[in-house]
Structures are given as C-alpha cells and as structure tokens.
C-alpha cells in the first residue's frame, strides 16, 4: 500500500493517468453531458471535479434523502495494485470476492471491475491452498458391482489404535466384510506389521476361503511387496481405494464405525477385556438384517436363521417340540432352494437400495473432470493443525484411470499419487503483467507496423451470444453499435 501511495502524486498523477487512458474516455464524454440527477431507475452517473473523472452512486439504502457517494474511476495502471491491497495485504485479509469487492467499491471503480476482481480472488494461490473442506462440485455417485458369490470379493482395512488396549495389549482391529452377503469378520492385534496382518487374513480366510478379489485402501501394510506376494500365491486380485477417498471400501467403512461404537458401548464396563467379547459382537452384527439386502448376514451365508439368546428364551416359553429329523437328500435340495431364493431377493433389495442412493447422492452431484496436463490442487486432510493449508499443489494430471480416479504427479518432489476425482480442483493461475524495461534515453521514434494502415469498423463481426434472448440480443448489439468507432481491425485496439 504504501508502494501505491508513493509512487503516485496525488491528485495530479491520477488526473495524468486518467487521461492517457484511453478506456476511459468514454466516460469523460459522459462525465460532460452529464445534468440528470440520479434517481431509482438511473441510480449512477459520472462526473468531473477538477478535471479528475468520478462515478457517483445513489445509496440505495436512503434514496428519499438523496443521500449520494462517490467513486474514482481507477485507470488500467493501477487496478491490479489496488486488488494487491485489497486482497492480498495482510490489512485484505485474504477474504472473498464478495468481502472484497465491497472493499474496493467504497472508493473505486472501473468499467469491468466485477468479473476482474472475481479472476483476481479466483487465482489466489494462498486462497485456493487454504479454502476449508472439498470442492463444493462433486462427481457423481459410481454404484460398486453387485457381487452374487459369498467371498467373491472382500473388504478390509483397520480400526485403531485404540484409546485403551486390552490386558492382553491388543489395541487394533484387523476388519474384513465380503459384499455378497455383509458377513463380517474381524481379529484383535497387538500391532499392524505386515506379518501379522497375514497370519490374521490367512486365520479368517481357514473358515471361509480365498476370495478373489480383495479390496483396500493404500495402507503401507497392505501394499508392501510381502502381502502382494501373498495375494499373488493364492490368487486373489488387489483393489485399492484412492487417497483420503474410503467411500471407495464403503462397506467395511461403514462395519467400523458400528464395531467402534459396539465397543465403546461394552468398554464402559470392560474397558480391557473387548478383544475378549469381539467374536460377541460380532454375533450381534450378523444377526440383524441389513436394510441393504432385507436380509441378516447369518442367512445370507447359511440359509437359516440363526439361533441366539432371544430364541433360547422363545423356546423356553413356548416349550417347542423337536422338529422331526429329514434326510441328508432333503436338507440339502431344503438348503439350497432357501439360499437361492434369499441371495436373489438379497440382489433385488441391492440394486434397488444402490438406485436410491444414487439418485440422493447425484442430487447434488455435477460432472467433474479433468484433461491430462491440467494443473490441479490435491486436498490433504490436516486436522492436527487448523494452521496448516489443506490445498497442496498445484498438481499436474497424468492419467485418468476411470471416470473417477486420476493419476496426478508433483514435479518438486517428484510424487505420483492415485487419487479420487472429489479430492481434486482446478488451480487457476493468475496472469503475470510484463513491462519492457529501455534502459537509457528514447532519441527515436517508436517502430510502428508499417503496412495497410486503413482501419476498417468491425463491430458487425462480434459474435452476440444465441443464447441470450431476441431483445436482449438487440440491445448488446445497440450498444456495439454506439461505439463502434472503438473497434478497428489494426493491431494494438480493441
């Protein structure tokens, strides 16, 4: 601000400058045929007070006292230093198009200073890095496949650490679901080294097998070169979510949070025995049908209802007889039919819950997409310092996977990431202005163009928006019209 004030002369500098702008001298011919007083439906008007060019505005705040303010008309020279201190300035305080174009009106105005103040606050570095949570436009709402076989394809991720370990120190959970049927499974660990992440997948997968697909977030436990190779021997295909995106590996995201509240709930009581009572809850968990599917997990994978502690106390109540021993034949044509007649209503309940989300979540939803090239700003979540910018970047696209993931790459530090297109933003680069510095004193005359230098009015060859309506098309064209003698087809006027 204080460069600003210095390098100018006051009322004289401005007068100087003002006039050799040549955008402005539209408006000195307005500010002298200028007589109306303002009113509601010609609220502004410009005007000259010793030879320096003003904007004057009625407040619509009082217009019955004909309460009035006025504005310098700024030249070209000194707009981009006013959006500086209105904006950047630690006084501008880095706040919002609204907040500063208010901030600049008060004093200042010049023609196009709306849509130039709004690319001013748009392309702020320190503004794009900082702006708080996710890009407001979100892309819409991919529905994961419907997977038909139990343990087709799995889920997993981790729960912890823990606030309160167990007595037995275990203070994580390893957690797998399988998405046919939302069976859960889970074991208590001591500590998430590699190993022991595959000693407890490979204890779960002794009951229920290897699956084929197996899905995960980027976890250095689960993409190191010892569990690749341990997918690789037993076949099964890795998935992986993208960075800082778990709605990718919904399903075990969703088992965690109702595990950790389970727990919570039970710890109350037991705050060292819940690796203990796991398996317990996790009974609870497969019990209830889920409203996903209309079914429990328990019958989804075995085809009957399972038997817990309120069915001991029907059966005590109503004495229920045995039921009459089947044959082996019977029991299992019995098993299968009842299996495949849930997994089928399972599917429908499935595909209709996946369009009902869809629809909520695309509700709010816009397509989002980005080219290879583009330079983009990564949202790094950073809840341990509210001081620290959330925005890191700018990022440059490399590859697009899907509709959804991208590959982008840093050049500084030389990093490729996989992420999800929502944590992902445009990074608009603010226009640079270059001056030509001549050193020593100019004897010469400027080398203009030398050429055809008869000018030729080319107002009629801009192009008026289709899209706007028959009148208003009239007017822009009206207006085009009017000062036409602006418009040249020689180079250096517009």
């Given at each position: 601000?204080?460069?600003?004030?210095?390098?100018?002369e006051?009322?004289?500098?401005?007068?100087r400058?003002q006039?050799?702008?040549?955008?402005?001298?539209?408006?000195?011919?307005?500010?002298?045929?200028?007589?109306e007083?303002?009113?509601?439906?010609?609220?502004?008007?410009?005007?000259?007070?010793?030879?320096?060019?003003?904007?004057?505005?009625?407040?619509?705040?009082?217009?019955?006292?004909?309460?009035?303010?006025?504005?310098?008309?700024?030249?070209?020279?000194?707009?981009?230093?006013?959006m500086?201190?209105?904006?950047?300035?630690?006084?501008?305080?880095?706040?919002?198009?609204?907040?500063?174009?208010?901030?600049?009106?008060?004093?200042?105005?010049?023609?196009?200073?709306?849509?130039?103040?709004?690319?001013f606050?748009?392309?702020?570095?320190?503004?794009?890095?900082?702006s708080?949570?996710?890009?407001?436009?979100k892309?819409?709402?991919?529905?994961?496949?419907?997977?038909?076989?139990?343990?087709?394809?799995?889920?997993?991720?981790?729960?912890?650490?823990?606030?309160?370990?167990?007595?037995?120190?275990?203070?994580?959970?390893?957690?797998?679901?399988?998405?046919?049927?939302?069976?859960?499974?889970?074991?208590?660990?001591?500590?998430?080294?590699t190993?022991?992440?595959?000693?407890a997948?490979?204890?779960?997968?002794?009951?229920?097998?290897?699956?084929?697909?197996?899905?995960s977030?980027?976890?250095?436990?689960?993409?190191?070169?010892?569990?690749?190779?341990?997918?690789?021997?037993?076949?099964?295909?890795?998935?992986?979510?993208?960075?800082?995106?778990?709605?990718?590996?919904?399903?075990?995201?969703?088992?965690n949070?109702?595990?950790?509240?389970?727990i919570?709930?039970?710890?109350?009581?037991?705050?060292?025995?819940w690796?203990?009572?796991?398996?317990?809850?996790?009974?609870?968990?497969?019990?209830?049908?889920q409203?996903?599917?209309?079914?429990?997990?328990?019958?989804?994978?075995?085809?009957?209802?399972?038997?817990?502690?309120?069915?001991?106390?029907?059966?005590?109540?109503?004495?229920?007889?045995?039921?009459?021993?089947?044959?082996?034949t019977?029991?299992?044509?019995?098993?299968?039919?009842?299996?495949?007649m849930?997994?089928?209503?399972?599917?429908?309940?499935?595909?209709?819950?996946?369009?009902?989300?869809?629809?909520?979540?695309?509700?709010?939803?816009?397509?989002?997409?980005?080219?290879?090239?583009?330079?983009?700003?990564?949202?790094?979540?950073?809840?341990?310092?509210?001081?620290?910018?959330?925005?890191?970047?700018?990022?440059?696209?490399?590859?697009?996977?899907?509709?959804?993931?991208?590959?982008?790459?840093?050049?500084?530090?030389?990093?490729?990431?996989?992420?999800?297109?929502?944590?992902?933003?445009?990074?608009?680069?603010?226009?640079?202005?270059?001056?030509?510095?001549i050193?020593?004193?100019?004897?010469?005359?400027?080398?203009?163009?030398?050429?055809?230098?008869?000018?030729?009015?080319?107002?009629?060859?801009?192009?008026?928006?289709?899209?706007?309506s028959?009148?208003?098309?009239?007017?822009?064209?009206?207006?085009?019209?009017?000062?036409?003698?602006?418009?040249?087809?020689?180079?250096?006027?517009?």
């Amino acid at each position: 601000m204080a460069d600003l004030i210095n390098k100018t002369e006051g009322e004289r500098e401005i007068l100087r400058e003002q006039k050799s702008d040549d955008t402005l001298q539209p408006l000195f011919e307005q500010a002298q045929n200028t007589e109306e007083d303002l009113t509601l439906e010609k609220p502004t008007r410009f005007i000259s007070k010793n030879g320096v060019l003003y904007r004057e505005v009625l407040n619509q705040k009082a217009p019955e006292m004909s309460a009035s303010y006025t504005q310098i008309v700024v030249p070209q020279k000194y707009r981009e230093q006013l959006m500086e201190v209105a904006h950047d300035s630690p006084q501008g305080g880095h706040l919002g198009i609204r907040r500063t174009t208010q901030r600049i009106t008060k004093n200042f105005f010049w023609p196009g200073m709306y849509q130039q103040i709004k690319r001013f606050c748009q392309s702020c570095d320190t503004c794009q890095r900082i702006s708080s949570g996710r890009d407001k436009l979100k892309a819409p709402l991919v529905p994961m496949p419907l997977i038909g076989e139990p343990f087709s394809r799995v889920g997993i991720d981790i729960i912890g650490p823990l606030p309160k370990p167990s007595r037995r120190g275990c203070r994580y959970i390893l957690t797998m679901i399988d998405y046919a049927t939302r069976y859960p499974e889970a074991v208590a660990l001591t500590n998430i080294e590699t190993t022991t992440i595959a000693n407890a997948l490979l204890s779960i997968w002794g009951r229920t097998g290897y699956p084929k697909e197996l899905v995960s977030d980027l976890g250095a436990q689960f993409t190191s070169r010892l569990m690749e190779r341990l997918l690789e021997l037993c076949g099964i295909r890795h998935l992986t979510s993208s960075a800082y995106h778990p709605q990718t590996n919904g399903l075990v995201e969703n088992l965690n949070k109702t595990l950790v509240r389970m727990i919570k709930s039970y710890s109350q009581q037991h705050p060292h025995d819940w690796d203990i009572k796991l398996q317990q809850l996790l009974f609870a968990y497969r019990e209830v049908p889920q409203d996903s599917t209309g079914y429990s997990p328990f019958e989804l994978l075995y085809g009957r209802r399972v038997r817990g502690p309120l069915d001991l106390i029907r059966e005590f109540w109503e004495a229920c007889p045995r039921p009459e021993p089947v044959s082996v034949t019977k029991y299992i044509k019995d098993l299968q039919s009842t299996m495949e007649m849930a997994r089928n209503t399972a599917q429908e309940h499935l595909a209709t819950a996946q369009q009902r989300q869809k629809a909520h979540y695309d509700s709010t939803a816009r397509c989002k997409s980005f080219e290879i090239g583009d330079e983009v700003l990564y949202l790094t979540p950073t809840k341990a310092n509210k001081l620290q910018v959330d925005w890191t970047g700018p990022w440059k696209v490399i590859k697009r996977h899907s509709g959804v993931n991208y590959s982008i790459y840093d050049e500084q530090s030389n990093v490729e990431k996989l992420v999800h297109v929502n944590m992902l933003k445009p990074y608009v680069n603010r226009s640079v202005n270059v001056c030509m510095i001549i050193s020593g004193e100019e004897t010469g005359t400027f080398p203009f163009w030398e050429g055809n230098r008869k000018a030729y009015r080319s107002s009629e060859q801009v192009k008026v928006d289709e899209g706007l309506s028959q009148s208003q098309q009239k007017q822009v064209r009206k207006l085009l019209n009017k000062y036409d003698h602006l418009f040249s087809d020689l180079p250096g006027r517009v």
